[in-house]
């Protein structure tokens, strides 16, 4: 049987629950646009995601380690992909759009500059006077503006809802600043399906890595509650911690927290009695939660995760090295911008020159970005 695009909207509207949002419902998109005859309009943005070159480069750009520490440490892509699949189990739980989701997951963190929040904060520094620096306000402008892949429009020509779902990503470490997107409403619950997919999927990996890397040993985290609740549910005594320890603790709290979030935020749903998207974007709240008791012990969990993974010697010395190699980027392009490949000086008289560099370097990969370096201040190194 073939599933056109009708179908699949009517599959839709029969199985999604009344606070979902339905694709046949979107606000449309910026430019005349003919849809798929086989796939809803948020599968077709997810699509697009996927094929951009900003997502590709995502492979090579930091989470916590730099790309040459080892491959077994998360990049940006591998964080990608986790965040989608948790959102996509946490979606098709709660009965709301899984497409939606997984395409606002897929395009969170597009335009993350090389060296993750070290090179966010450096460019947004150096942005402050021209303009500023945001990695959320980055990725909008790359699906709607700097990938350019089709000769009808700029951008990707995403859905409303899309888009929106980024400008209004949020967490613990992103502020949304939804100005062009309705403002005063929150994000659907799609939108913050996949903010707490982030956040929850972030915490868990940089706990692997820190164990992984050796940053953080299993007797540091004695005491932390959360670590005592996995550690006992797997029957795991120490003091030795093999690989396949490892694997079995990150997977079950990945579980626990999943299963928290369905549970609270199902709770929350019955309680507010929402009967559609507008509903959920009204309330005072976010409806996506944990627990009380959940949060907590992730405050303790990420507290702990602060002081002894992001604020390591080893992790701050690179996060130094990034900034510094940013900033002598940044000043060495806008002193002499003869010295930036000549498609990028073309973009000049559009864009101006700092902000022509700034998307410039945001676009780097951390491996291209050190040895673009290494080529404009290493006399050994041929240019």
């Not at 839709?12 to 979107?26: I, Q």
């Given at each position: ?194 903010n707490i ?16 890397s ?29 690989e ?36 959920i ?73 700092e ?5 410039y ?23």
């Amino acid at each position: 049987m073939y599933f056109s695009r009708t179908i699949l909207e009517e599959i839709e509207d029969r199985t999604l629950a009344p606070y979902a949002v339905r694709s046949k419902d979107s606000k449309g998109r910026a430019y005349l646009d003919r849809e798929a005859d086989y796939r809803t309009a948020f599968q077709r943005d997810r699509d697009r995601i996927l094929h951009t070159t900003a997502f590709r480069r995502l492979e090579y750009k930091t989470q916590v380690f730099i790309t040459y520490e080892g491959d077994y440490y998360r990049t940006r892509l591998t964080h990608t992909l986790e965040v989608a699949q948790i959102g996509r189990t946490i979606a098709r739980a709660l009965g709301v759009n899984e497409d939606l989701v997984e395409a606002i997951c897929l395009a969170h963190d597009l335009g993350h500059p090389p060296f993750g929040h070290a090179g966010e904060g450096a460019l947004a520094r150096l942005m402050k006077d021209h303009g500023g620096f945001n990695h959320n306000k980055h990725s909008l402008r790359i699906v709607t503006e700097l990938e350019q892949r089709y000769p009808e429009f700029p951008g990707l020509n995403l859905t409303w809802e899309v888009r929106e779902g980024i400008v209004k990503h949020e967490t613990e470490y992103d502020i949304s600043d939804a100005r062009d997107y309705q403002p005063e409403l929150r994000g659907n619950l799609e939108t913050q399906i996949a903010n707490i997919a982030d956040e929850l999927a972030y915490t868990a990996h940089d706990l692997d890595d820190g164990l992984r890397s050796g940053l953080i040993t299993p007797a540091m985290l004695s005491g932390i509650a959360l670590w005592e609740i996995l550690a006992e549910s797997i029957h795991w005594r120490g003091p030795e911690l093999t690989e396949m320890d490892r694997h079995r603790l990150i997977r079950r709290l990945i579980g626990l927290e999943v299963t928290d979030v369905i549970e609270t935020t199902e709770a929350r749903l019955r309680e507010c009695g929402a009967a559609s998207p507008l509903d959920i974007q009204r309330l005072p709240y976010h409806v996506a939660s944990h627990s009380d008791e959940m949060r907590r012990r992730n405050r303790e969990l990420k507290d702990f995760l602060y002081r002894n993974m992001y604020r390591n010697y080893r992790v701050v010395r690179m996060q130094t090295k990034a900034e510094r190699i940013i900033a002598d980027l940044f000043h060495a392009y806008c002193e002499e911008p003869s010295i930036l490949p000549e498609h990028v000086q073309k973009l000049i008289p559009l864009r101006g020159l700092e902000r022509t560099v700034c998307d410039y370097i945001a676009g780097m990969t951390d491996r291209f970005a050190i040895e673009e370096h290494q080529r404009l201040f290493d006399p050994q190194i041929k240019p």
